[in-house]
């Protein structure tokens, strides 16, 4: 089992990896302290993640009330492949300029970026604290 890396940069193998547009879990709290899971779409942002929902789900105040988020993503061509990353999140926008953040990630991921006009969107930063990378090269 590897060891997390509990440096702030991510190690260049797992950037690489993130780098692809997969599909990730992440998991928040319920307010009773139970895990919340969903399957988002993210893009890196520096050393952070972007992630971006329609307000009014529950993971979005899940994390507006505790920002502690981890987050797996794994290679569908090997499964066995995948980077885990705990961290915080925090908002950083809403409203247009949120549209615009999951536009853009509808075009990385191939949706259909006119679908979301109208949404009342928030996009999170999410402060990576600890990688993991599991038959991903360090």
Request: hydrophobic share 40%.
């Amino acid at each position: 089992m590897d060891v997390p890396n509990q440096s702030p940069a991510l190690p260049d193998a797992i950037r690489r990896f993130l780098e692809a547009p997969r599909f990730a879990t992440i998991a928040t709290l319920l307010p009773d302290g139970s895990p919340h899971q969903a399957v988002i779409w993210y893009e890196l942002d520096g050393d952070g993640i972007l992630i971006n929902s329609r307000r009014g789900r529950r993971w979005p105040g899940n994390l507006e009330r505790d920002p502690r988020i981890s987050m797996a993503v794994y290679d569908d061509a090997a499964p066995e492949h995948w980077v885990g990353l705990r961290g915080v999140a925090e908002v950083i926008r809403t409203g247009p300029p949120a549209l615009l953040d999951i536009q853009a990630l509808a075009r990385r991921y191939g949706g259909n970026p006119d679908e979301y006009v109208g949404q009342d969107r928030v996009t999170f930063h999410i402060r990576v604290q600890a990688t993991f990378g599991y038959g991903v090269d360090r």
